[in-house]
């Protein structure tokens, strides 16, 4: 039943890992997100998918790279993992991006870089 | 830039004794304006959006109304079970615009 799942839940690697988080939605939403929450608790935008097309690209690293293999998934990749990457991270999926913009979130992936 | 400012940053308060968080926001143009709550651990979850100055919305002992300036969240009677941080965003009146959230209200309520 779950609309919006996300694995792992937890996450401990070490600095210069590569690592990936998956999340899947089965609320039939076209647009999907992934946001960072760092530890000030502010959450901001990575990427937005609309139809597996990357619509919205913050200013992120190119060490972070999002993959929609379909409208029901949205992955991140991780490369050369640094200590400031350490934050929840969130998918939420929408049923379009506009023009409203009520979106649902997973329960996040606690990344923890040593 | 879009900006959202959320107080008070933290909130206790007495099962019973209703209060108010405040969110003030600039934005080119508003679209929507999003109240979330997040339960510690999990992910936001959607309780209201707002569209226009004078627009209120209510939901059990929740209500939001909106200005062109601040947003508020009136909690009237509150409960333990209402303990949670709640989210503002707003979503600006342009293309594949996204939410800027602040950061949150901490309310603790106390039986």
């Known amino acids: 039943d779950t609309a919006v799942s996300q694995t792992p839940k937890y996450l401990v690697t070490q600095m210069g890992n590569d690592k990936s988080i998956k999340c899947e939605q089965n609320l039939g939403h076209d647009t999907m997100y992934w946001y960072k929450q760092d530890s000030k608790k502010f959450l901001k935008i990575m990427f937005s998918?609309?139809?597996?097309?990357?619509?919205i690209n913050e200013t992120v690293p190119n060490r972070f790279s999002p993959k929609s293999p379909d409208k029901a998934h949205l992955n991140l990749h991780i490369n050369s993992l640094e200590l400031g990457d350490s934050a929840v991270y969130f998918c939420?999926?929408?049923?379009?991006?506009?023009?409203?913009?009520?979106?649902?979130f997973g329960p996040g992936t606690r990344l923890l870089v040593l | 830039e879009d900006q959202v400012t959320q107080s008070p940053e933290a909130l206790r308060l007495q099962e019973g004794e209703s209060s108010s968080l405040n969110c003030s926001y600039t934005?080119?143009?508003?679209?929507?304006l999003f109240w979330y709550r997040q339960d510690p651990g999990k992910g936001p979850e959607f309780l209201f959006t707002?569209?226009?100055a004078g627009e209120e919305k209510e939901k059990e002992r929740l209500k939001a109304t909106l200005t062109k300036k601040e947003s508020f969240l009136h909690i009237t009677a509150p409960k333990p079970e209402d303990s949670a941080t709640y989210l503002c965003?707003?979503?600006?009146?342009?293309?594949?615009?996204?939410?800027?959230f602040g950061k949150g209200t901490m309310l603790l309520v106390s039986p």
């Open positions: 939420a999926s929408s049923p379009r991006p506009s023009p409203t913009g009520t979106q649902y």
């Open positions: 707002l569209y226009s």
């Open positions: 998918y609309n139809n597996k097309e990357l619509i």
């Open positions: 965003a707003v979503q600006a009146d342009s293309g594949y615009s996204t939410l800027t």
């Open positions: 934005v080119s143009g508003l679209r929507g």
